[in-house]
């Protein structure tokens, strides 16, 4: 092999990758990884090496990526999904159901690419499909009845890093703000994080507001937003053509991050999990 030419990185240490850039800490991404911090060092070492550039800017607290790290994060996936599906190949048919469990805040794509392409390559394979709010999902998982599902969070969950989302102010396109009056909230009307996300950051700056609209579901959240009947937080590949997203300029606050994980049932058939996990996977990256 020719000096100058790279080794592509292996499964073990793009996943490793992405614990790390998920948790910001390496003993964190060793336990999630159930290996030690020594072990997940050298591993980092090894695919830096293997890429000729440092991926995280190192400080007392953790670790966080850099710009070479962050133009490398949205590979990482792909190239896992990747790897996964040139492995399964020559492996046998996988026969059976599973039951997974989709956030509702999901486009219709995603939904419909991981799901109708799992269907594709697994014609064996029963599948029972559930959308909604991502806070039952883990607990439906653990009483098993959801094999797998995505979660989400404004931090890293227990699971397989999915991706990290940017949580955006959106508004109708010909919505004009006045900064007069109280900013009219288009809000999320269940028990879940996401919920609390748009009040608590205008009430840190203390901006005020008042709410205009609460719904249960994100679709009908986004028609909401749409039609102009107030400004709403959505992830930021939930934005629609019919919205414009606000900018700085707007005076609104800064928004967290959306976590997203793939989580497993432990006992769940490990083939038919793996190949669902890496439809999803496949799914969001193409979006």
């Avoid at 799901?115 to 029972?128: D, H, R, S, W, Y």
């Avoid at 709010?133 to 959801?146: I, M, N, Q, S």
């Avoid at 507001?209 to 959240?221: G, T, V």
């Avoid at 606000?246 to 190949?275: E, F, G, N, Q, Y």
């Amino acid at each position: 092999m020719n000096k100058f030419e790279r080794v592509p990185p292996s499964n073990d240490l793009l996943k490793t990758f992405v614990e790390i850039a998920e948790s910001e800490n390496l003993t964190l991404a060793a336990t999630r990884l159930n290996r030690t911090q020594s072990a997940i060092s050298v591993q980092l070492r090894k695919l830096e090496e293997t890429l000729r550039v440092p991926l995280f800017d190192r400080h007392a607290r953790g670790m966080t990526l850099n710009d070479k790290g962050r133009q490398f994060l949205p590979a990482a996936p792909r190239a896992l999904a990747e790897l996964q599906r040139t492995t399964a190949l020559f492996d046998q048919p996988i026969t059976g159901s599973i039951a997974v469990g989709i956030p509702d805040d999901f486009d219709d794509m995603i939904l419909e690419t991981a799901l109708a392409e799992f269907a594709a390559q697994n014609p064996g394979v029963e599948i029972t499909a559930q959308s909604g709010c991502t806070a039952h999902f883990p607990d439906a998982v653990k009483r098993g009845e959801l094999d797998i599902a995505v979660c989400s969070g404004p931090q890293s969950l227990p699971g397989e890093a999915l991706s990290v989302e940017r949580s955006v102010w959106v508004c109708g396109l010909s919505y004009v703000l006045d900064s007069d009056t109280p900013l009219p909230l288009a809000i999320q009307h269940r028990d879940y994080w996401w919920r609390d996300i748009p009040s608590m950051a205008l009430e840190a700056v203390g901006k005020d507001w008042k709410p205009s609209y609460r719904s249960s579901s994100f679709s009908s959240l986004r028609a909401t937003i749409r039609a102009g009947l107030g400004v709403g937080v959505l992830p930021a590949g939930s934005v629609d053509a019919g919205m414009r997203v606000l900018a700085a300029a707007d005076d609104l606050p800064p928004l967290p991050l959306a976590h997203r994980v793939i989580m497993v049932r432990a006992d769940a058939p490990k083939a038919l999990t793996s190949a669902m996990a890496a439809a999803i996977q496949e799914a969001v990256q193409r979006r």
